[in-house]
């Protein structure tokens, strides 16, 4: 069984770096795509972006300039970083698989999840809640 | 981006009653490969959302078979054929057309 889990702070001060780290148990990273959302209190869910094995990434172009996300494949995690953080990145924050079926290609010139057949985001972690604030 | 809606925001509902929660997209969602780029999730209360339904009406693995999704290019509709007291929660529908993804807004099922 495909098991997510996300770690890191609770607790992040405005201005600083929030990290977060996403431990893939029951897969390998080496497969599928991996995915970063979250949802403010109260709210709906945000995308923030993708990550493959290779290290090729995409963003939500409202969050590009502050986001990092890297990829360990010999510890089957992926990681988030946010810069400058403020108030309004406080949020749950969840780590999601984009499962694909890698032997079917169906757009060769795609480098996300839609170069594959798709399955949707099928697993997600329990979340974890970040609060900025000093 | 791709902008998307759902009707009705709030929808109480009775057990063994069908049910249906509509999506509405900016842009069609209907790629050139055939397959539209939709999908369903449910968030029940304090729990992590899940996949129902992917690429416009494939179930999930394990998704009962009561939930069912439809549509094409921009209007797609999930329908619960009897709703069970397990069903509620927020259902969003999402495209995975284009990047970003993005969410409708949620549906609120509960129970009348």
């Known amino acids: 069984q495909v098991q997510l889990q996300e770690s890191g702070p609770g607790l992040v001060k405005p201005s600083e770096t929030l990290s977060l780290t996403c431990s893939v148990s029951g897969d390998s990273i080496t497969k599928h795509f991996w995915s970063w959302i979250r949802q403010p209190p109260g709210k709906g869910l945000e995308w923030i972006g993708h990550i493959y094995h290779t290290g090729r990434s995409n963003f939500n172009p409202s969050l590009r300039s502050r986001v990092t996300i890297s990829v360990d494949t010999s510890r089957d995690q992926f990681s988030l970083k946010l810069r400058s953080v403020t108030a309004a990145d406080t949020a749950v924050y969840y780590c999601?698989?984009?499962?694909?079926?890698?032997?079917?290609?169906?757009?060769?010139?795609?480098?996300?999840?839609?170069?594959?057949?798709?399955?949707?985001?099928?697993?997600w972690g329990q979340g974890t809640t970040v609060t900025v604030s000093s | 981006d791709i902008v998307m809606t759902q009707s009705p925001v709030s929808l109480p509902v009775t057990p063994g009653e069908p049910a249906s929660i509509s999506c509405r997209c900016s842009q069609s969602l209907l790629h050139s490969n055939g397959y539209n780029y939709l999908d369903w999730y449910l968030q029940k209360p304090g729990q992590s959302p899940q996949l129902l339904i992917y690429?416009?009406?494939n179930r999930a693995s394990g998704v009962p078979d009561r939930f069912s999704g439809s549509g094409s290019g921009t209007d797609f509709t999930l329908t619960i054929s009897r709703v069970e007291a397990e069903d509620v929660g927020i259902y969003y529908c999402?495209?995975?057309?284009?990047?970003?993804?993005?969410f409708g807004p949620g549906t609120t099922v509960d129970i009348k």
């Open positions: 999601a698989r984009v499962a694909v079926d890698e032997d079917i290609v169906l757009e060769p010139a795609d480098m996300g999840p839609n170069r594959y057949y798709y399955y949707g985001m099928d697993v």
């Open positions: 690429l416009g009406s």
């Open positions: 999402m495209q995975a057309l284009q990047t970003p993804t993005t």
